[in-house]
């Protein structure tokens, strides 16, 4: 453990992002402290005489919205929500892809097949048009965009642990479980999941920076968080229209995601050639 610390801290780039992941989530955690106002709140002289929204400035930092509410306090609570679903519908997710491509990968027969022909389906459809689709059946909210995200994001490690499982079920450390009277769940749980774990911790830090993409796709679309609660995709929406004239609508909560979806991604790529040396410089 020690030297994969070692190996990760020397990453310039991946300490950068888990500084940055820091910040954000510092801000998340204490928005209701940092942030300056309610962030449903309409100030009465939040908007210019003609109905725009106040450039950035010393009272309103980033200025204010649409709607004349403060554009920072909307930002950091709007971290909240950003992080709250990357963190648990990714988990979620790599939870169900965990399970499915571990038992599909030991115990493979008709079993195997029929969760991995299952996941193929899956991949088959593009994620953003399936999240869409799960979105408009079933009524939009911060639950349910969690569970739809979580739905449609499991695919990808399912089909990694899969891979790797069929490789180590033919190890003969497993044989010889086998043949001490081992059963299938210890052989699961106690040989090969402890072998997958440095895989598991790297897709799941990855697919955070897409399940942060997903949901800010979703939000911009109407599909995601509904007003009043914060998220930065609804308020590239609400704000799109003012792209000319007050482009800080636009730009600021879309830098916001960009910088975390860096950040968690290169994360990702040092906790991969930390765990894995032999993996560094690839994908």
């Known amino acids: 453990m020690g030297d994969t610390w070692k190996r990760f801290r020397g990453d310039r780039l991946a300490m950068v992002g888990l500084v940055v992941i ?22 009465f002289d939040g908007l210019t005489d003609e109905g725009s929204p106040l450039p950035p400035g010393w009272r309103f930092w980033f200025g204010t919205d649409t709607n004349g509410r403060d554009q920072f306090s909307r930002l950091l609570f709007g971290a ?15 939870t169900i892809g965990t399970a499915l491509g571990l038992v599909a990968g030991y115990l493979r027969g008709w079993t195997g097949a029929s969760i991995m022909r299952l996941t193929d389906l899956m991949m088959a459809f593009p994620p953003l048009l399936l999240a869409i689709a799960l979105a408009a059946i079933l009524k939009p909210g911060l639950n349910i965009v969690i569970l739809v995200i979580a739905l449609v994001n499991w695919v990808q490690i399912a089909r990694v642990i899969y891979t790797e499982t069929v490789s180590l079920s033919e190890r003969e450390y497993i ?11 210890r052989i699961l749980l106690r040989h090969l999941l402890p072998h997958l774990i440095p895989t598991v911790i790297v897709y799941a830090t990855l697919g955070i920076a897409t399940t942060v993409l997903l949901e800010a796709m979703l939000s911009f679309l109407g599909r995601g968080v509904q007003p009043p609660t914060p998220a930065w995709g609804m308020m590239i929406f609400e704000s799109q229209s003012y792209f000319l004239n007050a482009p800080w609508l636009v730009f600021i909560p879309g830098a916001a995601i960009l910088i975390l979806a860096l950040a968690f991604n290169l994360v990702g790529d040092g906790l991969r050639d930390a765990l894995d040396p032999t993996q560094r410089g690839r994908g």
């Open 22 to 43: 820091f910040i954000f989530a510092v801000a998340a955690i204490f928005a209701p402290v940092i942030a300056p106002y309610n962030p449903t709140e309409q100030f």
């Open 80 to 94: 909240q929500t950003s992080l709250l679903i990357g963190i648990v519908a990714n988990g979620i997710a790599v």
């Open 175 to 185: 044989e010889a479980a086998r043949a001490l009277g081992a059963g299938n769940g």
